[in-house]
């Protein structure tokens, strides 16, 4: 018992001779003993008993510990400062903390007043504080840390968060969450100022593309690569609309976010609709001030805005790990196409119906094709048709509809890209073959 007490007092001893620290640094080397206790107040407790000691010795008129009580005068400590003067000392001008400088007191309080006033405008239930602070106060605290060889101290940043945190939770009545928290409020004592960082948001829906000539993403001009120039008319991109931005502009306004990002469980081209009860995505909503949305409405209005160029269903919330599993799953989800295909040689429907009987079930191979050579590898790939069914028959003109593996190229299966896939419906039909249209009917969930 006696050396435990002992190891306190000399170490607090050592820490008072040593540095002119304020009361929370100065207990915050004491951190961890005492629970419900703020390290101003074990500060503050440890620099009243060495008072007490130097008292004491005082008493005895042994001046040994007049240093040490000056040390603590110097970080203003009233009850030291009178024991001075009582014992006909003049108290030494006081002087910061060597540690924070001040900081935990008035610039603390100040930002965490701002932080909580700028919360006002933004929707949340929780919050984490971090913070960033000079790196001169943490390299003094290791230090001292160091030279007083004590392993109870906690560091000045969980100190700032933890006071920060309290601060908030006064002023919004909203409470912390280490795991999943609303928004990232982070105070930064360089420049003094508050940053705000709402978590994502992400929402989950499909897509219906009603008419061709759109592609799934955004295309930015080749000329300019978005700056703007004559070749675009000045908007930096090379199509006016794109599914991604009829879907993300009206969200990115309903949650007042900074922007958004698209994520299509795979792709079709430009010239391809998708139908039916088309093409699962999810949105990522950056920096949102708002989070409880309705998303019926947004539906509705995202529906309005793109005036039958596409048109979404079934949104609802959902969390990042949807967007791995979407690419993932769009590689071997089920897919249906519909096609409408002109035959160089015209062919009576019973001549068609081999198409039926061959592609059952049947095993793809497929090197890049030639349109996407510029910009993607060529490599092989194995992919699976499992139905195909021939629908009409008029002239050189017929419809058919094409269930494959996702990432298989349709236009290629059935024109054969000039023999890079293997077995093609020209391939298995002899006759020169052209896709004038594509749609995609359904992709599996
Ligand atoms: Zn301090
Ligand atoms: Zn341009």
Known sequence: MLSAASEVIEKALKLAEKAVLCDKCFGRFFAN??????????????????????????????????????????????????????????????????????????PLRQLAEKAAADLLRYDFNTYLVG????????????????????????????EINRETSLIIMSKTKKKPDLQKPDVLVILDFHNMVVEIKPSPIFVYGRYRKLIR??????????????????????TGKRYEFSVEELITKPIIEVFEARGARFHGAGREDIDVRVLGPGRPFVV?????????????????????????????????????????K?????????????????????????????????????????????????????????????????????DRIFEVWIKCQGGLYVKELIHGDEGRTTPSFQEVLGTKLKVLELDVLEVED
Request: glycine letters at 8%.
């Open 326 to 394: 979407l690419k993932l799953s769009a590689k071997v989800k089920r897919k249906t196409y519909r096609a409408l295909v002109e035959m160089e040689e015209p062919l009576e429907k019973e001549k068609l119906e081999a198409l039926s009987k061959f592609f059952q079930g049947v095993t793809i191979k497929q090197w890049t094709p030639r349109r996407v050579l510029h910009r993607r590898a060529d490599k092989q790939r194995v992919k699976k048709v499992y139905e195909v069914k021939v629908v009409s028959v008029k």
């Open 284 to 324: 990522e909503v950056v920096e949102p001030k708002k989070r409880s949305i309705d998303l019926a409405k947004l539906q509705e209005i995202i529906n309005e805005k793109s005036q039958g160029m596409v048109e979404v269903l079934g949104l609802s919330y959902t969390d990042r790990s949807m967007i791995g």
């Open 131 to 158: 913070c960033r602070v000079p790196g001169r106060i943490i390299e003094k605290e290791d230090n001292l840390r160091s030279y007083l060889e004590v392993d109870w101290g906690e560091s000045i940043k969980r």
């Open 213 to 234: 000539g759109i592609p799934q993403s955004k295309w930015y001009c080749s000329k300019c690569r978005g700056v703007g120039c004559s070749e675009c008319n000045w």
């Open 33 to 106: 003993l005492g629970f419900a206790l703020s390290n101003e107040a074990r500060g503050s407790s440890l620099k009243t008993v060495i008072c007490m000691i130097a008292s004491n010795l005082l008493n005895k008129g042994d001046q040994e510990a007049v240093g040490i009580l000056m040390n603590i005068a110097r970080t203003g400590f009233k009850i030291a400062r009178e024991l001075l003067v009582k014992y006909g000392l003049n108290a030494p001008e006081t002087s910061p903390c060597e540690v924070c400088g001040g900081l935990l007191y008035e």
